[in-house]
């Protein structure tokens, strides 16, 4: 069976079609992907649902499911010829083509994983081991943001703080004006985590932050990290490649996560994990899932974590392909849709008399803007109710952040919508928020008026 994993990788990770590049190569465009075909590759989305939440889960073109249901049914057709022939091969094909495009030095440093937190877990796990074994003290210090995603805060919880490190969070504001206003804060709370002679093990830091979202200025962070004696930095990228650019060698991190399903059109779930070569060989990196292949380094045994669906690994090459299909490749991609979010995001904070989170330049594919106070969000929980209220009644997805007043405003804004903007997102969308929103003010309707049962 002809396949997209026929195509056999050479000993040093590289296929004759995929030669050697610090740009993944792409092939001559024939003809511009149309809006027409745009619309046929998401068909399968509820077309009820103005959905302007790509970021949560992302989005995977019927070509892409299409070829997984292909290698699925390969595998069940005759399973031990795929393990013993085609599994390895084709992995070792994806993680090629990912390390071309994040400009890594070798496909040694790429690993596969399921998700971000997956690799976070990998990352922390190696830490609290170097707890139990001595070559950190209690009491030795991490240093996380404080926009850091709910599940790296409860990983850094049930590894580091159990282990008995001191977890320091980096109090950001937001909205946010600049990013100097970060670099401060972060340079601040390093010093914080240093006093009284305590050691920094290590940082995590996001590049494209969940919620509230926006782009951290990653490289300055990291740089401070190596000027403070910082010994490794970890960065969550969950919304990293297809979103912003990504240059592990430029970002200078010791270790670079990112998923593949929600900016990069893969199915769920599957991620990437780059760790720099010179900082994995004394970190005795494993997958938290022990198999038979356990000790021959993590991209082995992330490639093989017992009999399971490896297909969403398998299918980045036609990921690329669908991708190809745009002018200007994945960089065209990423420009369209950062000019959408923020015209969209402006467009929504003018007729509702507020304004966005962040200046355009510091949003990606997601921008946050402010909902009219008169809306009456008190709470995450009233944040959480009018989602699934939107939802439920009016067919609109969007995720809504809470922030807390601060002491002396007058009507401020404290419920912000983080709204995406993907390829297959038109202005009608967002038009929809809109009016819904506008209707909502124009009847007096308030977040108290929501039953409490249906969160």
């Not at 050479?10 to 024939?30: E, Q, R, Y």
């Amino acid at each position: 069976m002809a396949s997209s994993l026929d195509s056999q990788p050479t000993a040093n990770g590289t296929t004759a079609a995929d030669p050697v590049s610090h740009i993944a190569k792409k092939p001559k465009l024939l003809s511009t992907i149309t809006p027409a075909e745009i619309l046929s590759e998401f068909s399968h989305h509820d077309p009820s649902v103005a959905r302007i939440n790509n970021g949560s889960f992302g989005s995977c073109p019927a070509s892409v499911l299409s070829s997984q249901k292909q290698i699925q049914l390969q595998f069940l057709r005759q399973p031990d010829d795929f393990y013993v022939n085609h599994l390895q091969p084709g992995i070792l094909r994806s993680r090629t083509l990912i390390k071309q495009f994040i400009n890594a030095d070798h496909v040694d440093e790429v690993s596969i994983v399921d998700n971000a937190t997956t690799a976070a877990s990998i990352f922390l796990q190696q830490i609290a081991w170097g707890f139990a074994e001595g070559r950190f003290q209690k009491g030795d210090a991490a240093v996380m943001l404080h926009y850091a995603y709910g599940a790296v805060k409860k990983s850094m919880e049930a590894y580091i703080t159990r282990a008995g490190g001191h977890v320091i969070e980096v109090p950001l504001p937001f909205p946010v004006t600049s990013p100097d206003e970060i670099v401060q804060e972060f340079r601040r709370t390093l010093q914080i985590g240093k006093t009284g002679g305590r050691r920094v093990r290590f940082a995590v830091i996001d590049h494209v932050s969940s919620i509230p979202s926006v782009v951290i200025p990653v490289k300055e962070l990291v740089q401070i990290c190596r000027e403070e004696g910082v010994d490794q930095v970890f960065v969550d990228a969950a919304h990293g490649i297809g979103c912003v650019d990504v240059d592990v060698k430029e970002i200078g991190a010791d270790f670079y996560t990112s998923n593949l399903h929600k900016w990069f059109f893969c199915p769920p779930s599957v991620a990437f994990l780059y760790c720099k070569k010179s900082v994995e060989s004394g970190c005795n990196l494993h997958h938290p899932v022990v198999s038979h292949v356990y000790g021959n380094g993590l991209a082995i045994e992330s490639a093989w974590i017992g009999n399971r669906d490896y297909s969403p690994q398998l299918v980045v090459p036609k990921a690329v392909e669908f991708i190809n299909r745009f002018e200007g490749g994945i960089e065209g991609i990423k420009k369209r849709n950062h000019q959408g979010v923020v015209e969209m995001g402006e467009m929504l904070a003018k007729a509702w008399g507020t304004h966005l989170g962040c200046p355009p330049q510091m949003c990606s594919s997601m921008i946050m803007v402010g909902l009219p106070a008169s809306l009456g969000i008190r709470s995450s929980e009233d944040c959480l109710k009018l989602r699934t209220h939107l939802r439920d009644k009016f067919g609109v997805e969007v995720p809504i952040y809470y922030r807390a007043p601060k002491d002396g405003e007058v009507g401020p804004v404290t419920g912000y919508a983080r709204i995406s903007y993907q390829v297959y997102n038109t202005p009608e969308d967002y038009v929809k928020f809109r009016d819904i929103i506008n209707k909502l003010v124009f009847e007096g309707f308030t977040c108290e008026s929501l039953p409490n049962d249906k969160a």
